[in-house]
């Protein structure tokens, strides 16, 4: 039988993992959600057909909850959860930073915590969700995660203590991208494409290189080397890149992700 799944804080990335669950064929009856807000409730419940119902109620009823407000909203969340949740319900979180000890403190003891870092492309079941396991959590509580994660993208399982590099990797990539194609087009723009075109040319660039990265097997050295002729187009715009300092700065970037991950850690900041 379908295990009950309740979402807690259904924002974005509830919402975003809600709509897969659903549209990978789980029973609207086997899901419930919280939200703050009434209007946000019912717009769920009117938009996926699932019943929205208190935080402590999810927890009594619910085999698996699934937490998705902010880090800096968990340690309130698990105030208002921790008397209601029996240690035989999975918990997951989805937030950010928060590590699974933070969870497994503030639970009744043996209580199993899942981490799972996955990021917004699960509005097209094209997410990368990031899965560990905290003290309690068993082979099967992570064989359940990536089966609910699974049904919006790919997941892959790693130890915690990587998953702050994942966060700033795979959690805030899709923000990197959307900001080289926001350049990009500007650049469009300066050289007089009108900024229409200018976006279709680069997302489809876009799609066609990430399809090319995810199913030639080639490596993007490769990649990038067939299309930079000699004396070419190409390579003007890498010499740029490289004068100013792109890949320098998408390193120092991704540190930066990393360490406020880091600091999200204690869940208050
Ligand atoms: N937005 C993104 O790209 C990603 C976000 N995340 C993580 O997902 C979590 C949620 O992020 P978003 O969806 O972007 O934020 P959001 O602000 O859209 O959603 C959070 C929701 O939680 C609700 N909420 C807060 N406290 C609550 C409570 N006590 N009871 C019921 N509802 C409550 C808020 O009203 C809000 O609707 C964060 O922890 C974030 O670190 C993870 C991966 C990617
Ligand atoms: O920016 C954030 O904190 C969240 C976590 C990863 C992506 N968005």
Do not use: C
């Not at 064929?25 to 929205?52: C, F, H, I, M, Q």
């Not at 094209?126 to 699974?150: K, R, W």
């Not at 049904?151 to 966060?167: C, Y």
């Not at 320098?248 to 540190?255: D, F, G, K, R």
């Amino acid at each position: 039988m379908t295990q009950t799944v309740a979402v807690l804080g259904t924002g974005k990335i509830g919402e975003a993992l809600l709509s897969g669950m659903i549209r990978g064929g789980w029973p609207a009856s086997k899901l419930l959600v919280t939200a703050r807000r009434t209007e946000r409730a019912e717009e769920l419940r009117t938009r996926y057909g699932v019943e929205a119902v208190s935080n402590a109620e999810a927890a009594k009823r619910a085999d698996t909850l699934i937490l998705t407000v902010k880090p800096q909203d968990m340690a309130k969340l698990l105030d208002e959860l921790a008397p209601h949740v029996p240690a035989d319900r999975l918990v997951i979180s989805g937030a950010a930073g928060v590590p699974t000890a933070f969870f497994e403190e503030r639970l009744a003891p043996g209580t199993p915590v899942v981490r799972v870092m996955t990021n917004t492309p699960a509005l097209v079941d094209e997410a990368m969700s990031v899965i560990s396991a905290g003290s309690h959590a068993t082979a099967a509580h992570l064989a359940h995660t990536e089966e609910i994660f699974g049904s919006v993208g790919k997941t892959l399982r790693v130890p915690e203590s990587q998953q702050d590099a994942a966060t700033a990797l795979s959690g805030s990539g899709p923000a990197y991208f959307y900001f080289l194609v926001e350049a990009m087009t500007d650049a469009g723009i300066l050289l007089g494409l009108p900024r229409a075109q200018a976006h279709d040319l680069i997302v489809q660039a876009a799609i066609g290189a990430a399809v090319m990265l995810r199913d030639s097997g080639e490596h993007p050295v490769k990649l990038r080397e067939a299309v930079t002729s000699p004396a070419g187009t190409t390579i003007n715009a890498i010499v740029e890149l490289e004068k100013h300092g792109v890949r320098a700065a998408l390193i120092a970037a991704l540190e930066a992700a990393r360490d406020r991950s880091r600091e999200l850690a204690s869940g208050n900041s």
